[in-house]
Each structure stands twice: as structure tokens, then as C-alpha cells.
């Protein structure tokens, strides 16, 4: 009864696989799906030539605006503030005590 089974459950196995399988036709190449592939799709219907943009790479020369926000003040503040702060520490480990403090 013990091989009856094992047969049984062999070939309910072979036939659970088959109908897992496509009725695609298996002479045609597998293709990896890419990126480009989407991509190659949407340009498929563009017909306009590529225009160079002159401005892409140009420089703004004009100075940042002073901060107004009370709020970007206060972080220049505490960034200031980090910077001194990461002095002292760097004073303390090479030996030398740092005066920022007491001038302060």
C-alpha cells in the first residue's frame, strides 16, 4: 500500500506542475525586462528631435538673500554655536585648553 501511495502523490505532483506551466511558445528567446524597456516605450511615439538647453550648466552669480526667518537664524546661531563647540573638543583632545569660553 506504501508504493501505491508514493506513485499516487508522484503523479498528482507531475500533474500539479504541468498546469502551472504556459501554453507560450517555447521557441522564442526569453528577454530580460529591463529598465530601458519602459522607457524605450514611452519614446517610441516621440518624433521630436532633442533641444539643447543653453541655460542647463549656467552659474548664478547672485548672492544669497540675508535670512529674515527667525527660525533660519537660530539654526545659524546653534550652527555657530556646534562649530565652537567642535573646536573646544578638538583642543581638549590634542591637549591644550581652550580659551573660546572665557572670552566669550
Not at 59 to 83: F, K, M, S
Amino acid at each position: 500500500m506504501n508504493k501505491f501511495t508514493t506513485a499516487a502523490f508522484a503523479s498528482l505532483a507531475v500533474l500539479a506542475l504541468s498546469a502551472c506551466g504556459s501554453s507560450d511558445d517555447a521557441s522564442v528567446e526569453a528577454e530580460a525586462d529591463t529598465v530601458e524597456m519602459p522607457a524605450n516605450d514611452a519614446m517610441e511615439a516621440v518624433v521630436e528631435t532633442p533641444v539643447e538647453d543653453t541655460q542647463a550648466n549656467a552659474v548664478d552669480t547672485a548672492p544669497a538673500p540675508a535670512a529674515t526667518d527667525p527660525v533660519a537664524n537660530e539654526a545659524d546661531a546653534a550652527g555657530e554655536a556646534a562649530a565652537a563647540a567642535a573646536a573646544d573638543v578638538a583642543a581638549v583632545a590634542a591637549g591644550t585648553a581652550s580659551t573660546t569660553a572665557e572670552q566669550e
